[in-house]
């Protein structure tokens, strides 16, 4: 089976109607090799001064946080770590593979635990993100790819959310086919109540909890598992816009720019086999290895065992190794 007609087979594949998932026909993730930047000059960088502000206080609080870690209980600190993966799993098994790439289906329980989930991390609303993130791989790097590694590290890393987008990623975002989200009810109610959310989830929830249940004190809940926590979970996701864009083998497809990288893969609990991901990117698993050193797998694969999850998309043994002879640069162990 060719590349296209397994993708056509992904596309085809049909929904059950009691599992309430919209047609997966929308998922537009392949990369378009039509799209030409404009020529001539690029438009200003409009500095949002606002997020600038709020992120160095952000991470100012953080690298305070570090520094509170030792007054810390050891109840905070685990209650920090699960926290982060809480957070991390929002993102990764629910606003990246299932909502942004719909490699595996969920019931409505696992969908509004992603969702709550997805609030704790506070990287705007699963709507937002799904769509920058189809206008990422549907355009890397090039004007219309909202974290364009071209731009250099720090664009990609944190800097395309402190300045205006480029006008390309809104026009072409504008005409992706996004019913599925649209269709999506967790979706649309996360992206209504969104604010409220995140103030109960990423800053309320986090601290509380420590201060009531085991009597922390306030100051440390606040800065270790709520800042410090937040801004872990957001770097670890930033790297894969920045690092996995730069550093790295290409295994699968040395055409394009992201890479297979394994500090990034630890601390983004598996999202950093990024060649990987950008070649087959409706792959549930985001690796070819399955749930090796792959945390968000793993825990997709647990919500199919217990049946809240099902048809994950996976790619075929033999595709991977055509792939690999065809475009790898020659890095992987049977390449
Ligand atoms: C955050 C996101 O951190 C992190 C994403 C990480 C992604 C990683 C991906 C890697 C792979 C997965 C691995 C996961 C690993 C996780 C590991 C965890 C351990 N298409 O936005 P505006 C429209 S967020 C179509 O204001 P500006 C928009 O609808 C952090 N349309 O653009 C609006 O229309 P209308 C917290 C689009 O003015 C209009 O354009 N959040 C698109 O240029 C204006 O929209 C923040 O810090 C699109 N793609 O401002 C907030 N985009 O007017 C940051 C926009 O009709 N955001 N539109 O309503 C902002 O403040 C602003 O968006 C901005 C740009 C300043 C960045
Ligand atoms: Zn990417
Ligand atoms: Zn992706």
């Known amino acids: 089976m060719t590349e296209a007609e397994a993708l056509e087979n992904k ?14 026909s929308a998922v537009e993730d392949a990369f378009d090799t039509t799209y030409k930047e404009k020529e001539g000059p690029k438009p200003p960088r409009i500095i949002v001064w606002r997020n600038v502000i709020s992120m160095s ?3 100012a609080g953080a690298v305070y946080g570090l520094f509170v870690i030792p007054s810390a209980s050891r109840l905070t600190l685990l209650w ?5 993966f809480i957070s991390a799993l929002g993102v990764t098994a629910g606003a990246h593979r299932l909502w942004s790439h719909r490699s595996y289906k969920a019931t409505l329980p696992l969908r509004i635990f992603l969702g709550v989930a997805n609030s704790m991390a506070f990287q705007n609303d699963i709507f937002e993100w799904a769509r920058d993130h189809r206008v990422h791989h549907k355009y890397s790097e090039t004007d219309a790819d909202p974290h364009n590694a071209v731009r250099g590290f720090f664009f990609a890393h944190i800097g395309w959310l402190l300045v205006r987008k480029h006008p390309d990623v809104i026009e072409k975002g504008r005409k992706l086919e996004l019913t599925d989200l649209l269709a999506d009810k967790v979706v649309m109610f996360q992206r209504k109540y969104y604010k409220l959310s995140v103030l109960l989830m990423c800053f309320f929830v986090p601290s509380f909890v420590p201060w009531y249940l085991w009597g922390e004190s306030l100051w440390v809940a606040y800065f270790v598992p709520t800042l410090l926590r937040y801004t872990l979970v957001l770097n670890a996701a930033w790297l894969v816009n920045s690092a996995a864009h730069m550093w790295g083998n290409r295994p699968y497809d040395t055409n394009i720019n992201p890479r297979e990288n394994k500090f990034v893969t630890f601390s983004a609990i598996g999202e950093g086999f990024h060649n990987y991901h950008h070649t087959f990117p409706y792959d549930y698993a985001a690796s070819e290895f399955g749930s090796k050193l792959n945390f968000t797998t ?4 647990f919500m199919c065992f217990l049946g809240l999850a099902k048809d994950r998309k996976r790619v075929s043994h033999e595709m991977v190794q055509a792939r690999v002879q065809r475009t790898g640069d020659g ?5």
């Open 57 to 59: 206080l952000l991470h």
């Open 80 to 84: 920090t770590a699960l926290c982060f």
């Open 331 to 335: 890095s992987h162990r049977s390449g």
């Open 298 to 301: 793993c825990f997709i694969d």
């Open 11 to 24: 596309q085809q594949q049909s929904t059950s109607s009691n599992w309430d998932v919209p047609p997966e």
